[in-house]
């Protein structure tokens, strides 16, 4: 296993797919072509998803720590599929490569990057009406496949029992001080 920079220099790279990249479809197909009786959306997948969803929750008080608003982050993530069809968590890259190095990512890269976009940024500043031109334009066709695996407002509760350094300024702290607040409030009122 070696990262797609390494492997590029050698003569086998692109020898059974181009850019050495499958679509899950793709990928599918060659499960099906060796008889390896595995339904790659139904059963690897949704591990893929737990494990993306752990690695989040683990870390999330980490992340912007200061909680600065208007900011987002694209991380990359790296699996390996054992001989038993489990999948493993390499690594998790916060620089993650964007080169159009294959058809398949000539496609999917762009469209991530669309609808990361679409997703963390047009609700803040949205792309300005343009009346008679569709030129620059988003397509419509273009739909968002991203699947929200974490939500640090919906999912704080849970996190508040994990052993974390509390020093940090987070929504649970906040939620915490605003429960206080409530709570003096109904002294008040007394």
């Given at each position: 296993?070696?990262?797609?920079?390494?492997?590029?220099?050698?003569?086998?790279?692109?020898?059974?797919?181009s850019?050495?990249?499958l679509?899950?479809?793709e990928?599918?197909?060659?499960?099906?072509?060796?008889?390896?009786?595995?339904?790659?959306?139904?059963?690897?997948?949704?591990?893929?998803?737990?494990?993306?969803?752990?690695?989040?929750?683990?870390?999330?008080?980490?992340?912007?720590?200061?909680?600065?608003?208007?900011?987002?982050?694209?991380?990359g993530?790296?699996?390996?599929?054992?001989?038993d069809?489990?999948?493993?968590?390499?690594?998790v890259?916060?620089?993650?490569?964007?080169?159009?190095?294959?058809?398949?990512?000539?496609?999917?890269?762009?469209?991530?990057?669309?609808?990361a976009?679409?997703?963390?940024?047009?609700?803040?500043?949205?792309?300005?009406?343009?009346?008679?031109?569709?030129?620059?334009?988003?397509?419509?066709?273009?739909?968002?496949?991203?699947?929200l695996?974490?939500?640090?407002?919906?999912?704080?509760?849970?996190?508040?029992?994990?052993p974390i350094?509390?020093?940090?300024?987070?929504?649970?702290?906040?939620?915490?001080?605003?429960?206080?607040?409530?709570?003096?409030?109904?002294?008040?009122?007394?």
């Amino acid at each position: 296993m070696t990262n797609d920079a390494v492997q590029k220099k050698s003569d086998d790279y692109g020898k059974f797919e181009s850019g050495n990249k499958l679509s899950y479809n793709e990928f599918q197909k060659y499960l099906d072509n060796e008889n390896i009786k595995v339904d790659y959306l139904k059963t690897i997948l949704p591990k893929i998803k737990k494990m993306t969803t752990d690695t989040i929750r683990a870390v999330s008080r980490k992340f912007d720590p200061q909680r600065r608003n208007c900011s987002f982050e694209l991380f990359g993530y790296d699996f390996m599929i054992d001989e038993d069809m489990n999948p493993w968590l390499i690594e998790v890259n916060t620089n993650p490569c964007l080169e159009l190095a294959s058809p398949y990512l000539s496609r999917l890269i762009p469209s991530m990057l669309e609808n990361a976009i679409k997703v963390a940024v047009d609700p803040i500043f949205p792309p300005p009406p343009m009346p008679n031109s569709r030129r620059h334009q988003i397509p419509d066709a273009i739909d968002n496949r991203f699947e929200l695996v974490f939500n640090e407002r919906d999912d704080a509760a849970e996190l508040k029992n994990l052993p974390i350094d509390d020093t940090m300024i987070g929504i649970i702290e906040e939620e915490e001080m605003e429960e206080a607040g409530s709570d003096e409030d109904d002294e008040d009122d007394k």
